[in-house]
């Protein structure tokens, strides 16, 4: 006999009767996978290399609309990081301005904005004293006595 008529003699439930729901219903897909395997294996071996050719195609069609998404995907993050990190370093060369400017202005050193102003100044005076020179009229040399 086999252990199948003898557990159902013995009063016991056989493998297959002992599934859960849950183990059945994985069993079933698992069977219906493997059978539309087989359906795919056979209809490529009938229709030959004509459904072969249709299966590149539809690949190639897959891949560039995937393509397509990917690259724009990656352009739009691209930017979006070019723009964090362009602000970042704003961000950051503005705390490194104060924190220079601070430690000159302890140092008694004037900074770039005062130096600027500075020149400015000076380049306007020079050329008020310029414009004052020309106006004015020419000195008197002066003798000296002989002795």
Known sequence: ????????????????????????????????????????FARAEEEGSGFFDALVEAGREVEKQTKDKTESRVEEIKERVRHHTGETMEKMERAFDDRLNKALSRLGLPNKREVEELEKRVLELTQALDSAEEKAPPAKKSRKKSD
Do not use: C
Request: net charge positive; hydrophobic share 30%.
């Open 1 to 40: 006999m086999s252990d199948e008529n003898q557990n159902d003699k013995d009063g016991r439930v056989g493998p297959l009767k002992a599934l859960t729901g849950a183990s059945r219903d994985i069993r079933k897909y698992t069977h219906q996978i493997w059978l539309a395997g087989l359906g795919a």
